[in-house]
């Protein structure tokens, strides 16, 4: 099945609104994108019944939770086989700091994105939880100093 098919410009446009505004109600939302409420809310559901609209979240500023040092990091592994990358997977996912990670095609085998309190912080991460991974063999970091998009 071509989900993509499935979906036409009404569907698109409730997809822009709700991802600026997931809290909108049905009616708001119908009116901005010209439907009445309840066909709205059936094109909604169907949404989420194909698993286009898999969540809603909410947003929060990790500064003011006081998590200042952003970063994407760069693994490398040793061996390119299942259980080592299976190993890996499994060891981050208690990892708090670790917000997002990525199995990627290039020059490095996965991507991680991070946010600690500081670089102290960062640093133990870094040193004391990722490289002590059986299987990793290099960590290359990249500090984010400003987000321009997100």
Known sequence: MDKKKEIDEIDRRILRVLQQQAEIP???LAERVGLTPAPCLRRVQRLREQGVLRRY???IDPAYLGYQIAAFVEITL???TSEVATRFMKAIQNKRQ???CHMVAGDCDFILRVRTRDL???R???WQDLHRIDG???IH???VLDVIKE
Do not use: F, P
Request: no cysteine.
């Open 136 to 138: 990793v063999e290099k």
């Open 124 to 126: 133990k991460l870094i």
């Open 57 to 59: 979240t909410v947003e």
């Open 78 to 80: 040793r061996q390119h």
């Open 120 to 122: 102290a912080e960062y």
């Open 26 to 28: 049905n009616n708001a």
């Open 98 to 100: 670790v917000i997002s």
């Open 141 to 143: 970091s990249n500090i």
